[in-house]
């Protein structure tokens, strides 16, 4: 692994983009590490091109310590390099929540929102003692690893969408993920609730600053409180899941029925991004990508809402799921530029 460039110009200017470090070769045959630092805990992974994973290492999240966040992923660097027995150190991608804007450098609309406004690039490179860096949104990181080698795998165009704890997009086309000068390519979750019904506006108030953002809608927390909105009461996503399974009872009926509302907003969310990208085909991850109802029904509940003559729509399922997040980082290295450059 060479590391070749005339060192970090971007870095010692202040301007911290999407990518840190000496300027890299495509990396194609040259395991990289992949770094999704969730909410939660925070995934390592020494990842081969060919899809082989050659070391893999867990921690929680230190939340709300942003020092402590730049220590942890360094260390698990350090750590993955020793297990996978790199004999360099190796090129580094991180999935993030939220993004580095690339005109100031610092992070945007990250819900873990202790990291916004700070200079994470530059900060992590520094960490991580000169090894090139890659960051990118973790929703972005998870639908390129999902059409590298994943659901997606040989699509001509796909979205990729996280419905988790929030809702995030990304987008890939022939390959490449899609991103621009904003950073927020894909990004999806705080649009409006199209279509809404008038019981619909203005819509849960969002961490953002607005009101009706999809996330309030469509997102695991979201789906929760509507189904608390409607009927008094407090259950998770995956309560609501297990009581629609039963057979009969008036708490079934009423969480089916939250359920058939969330699959309607959902479709008419993704209605949106049909119209305007038509991709082939769209992969659903985060925790709610579980519910195996959402592939039969949203596809046959956006009919209404597709402009066009033919309205088949393609949702699949992940192939990797949780792992995307760090898989697709890793692949960052594949991408022949950072995504928001
Ligand atoms: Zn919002």
């Known amino acids: 692994m060479s590391h070749e460039g005339q060192g970090n110009a971007r870095q010692a200017s202040g301007l911290a983009t999407a990518e ?6 495509l990396s194609t045959d040259t ?41 942890a992923i360094a260390a698990l660097a350090v750590q993955i390099e020793q297990r996978a ?49 890659r960051t990118a ?53 705080h649009n409006p609730l199209p279509w809404p019904d008038p019981s619909e506006l203005p819509g849960p108030a969002c961490w953002c600053g607005l009101n009706g953002c999809l996330e309030t809608w469509i997102s695991g927390p979201a789906l929760a409180a509507d189904h608390a909105r409607c009927y008094g009461e407090a259950l998770s996503a995956e309560e609501i899941v297990a009581l629609a399974k039963q057979p009969s009872g008036a ?31 769209i992969v659903l991850g985060g925790g709610l990508s579980n519910m195996a109802h959402l592939y039969d029904q949203v596809p046959l509940l956006m009919r209404k809402w597709i402009f066009a003559v033919d309205r088949r729509v393609d949702i699949r399922a992940p192939r990797y799921g949780d ?7 890793a692949r960052l290295w594949q991408q022949a530029r950072p995504s928001s450059q």
């Open 20 to 25: 840190s470090g000496p300027a890299m070769a």
């Open 31 to 71: 395991p990289t590490i992949g770094i999704d630092l969730g909410g939660t805990k925070i995934e390592a992974i020494a990842l081969h091109p060919d899809g082989r994973t050659l070391a893999s290492i867990r921690v929680p999240t230190p939340r709300q310590d942003y020092e402590a966040t730049l220590q």
């Open 85 to 133: 027995q790199f004999d360099t150190p190796a090129s580094v991608g991180v999935a993030m929540p939220g993004s580095i804007s690339p005109s100031t450098g610092l992070v945007q609309n990250a819900n873990s929102t202790w990291l916004n406004g700070r200079p994470f690039a530059s900060d992590l490179a520094l960490a991580l003692g000169g090894r090139p860096l």
């Open 137 to 189: 949104n973790d929703a972005n990181c998870f639908a390129l690893s999902e059409a590298v080698d994943g659901a997606a795998a040989g699509a001509h165009s796909m979205f990729g969408v996280i419905l988790g704890t929030g809702c995030g997009g990304g987008i890939v086309y022939k390959g490449e993920l899609i991103d621009g000068p904003r950073g927020i390519g894909g990004e999806w979750g």
């Open 251 to 281: 708490r079934s009926s009423t969480a089916r029925a939250t359920l058939q509302r969330h699959a309607e907003r959902l479709a008419r969310g993704l209605a949106h991004v049909v119209n305007l990208l038509d991709p082939a085909v």
């Open 323 to 329: 792992a995307s997040g760090a898989r697709g980082a």
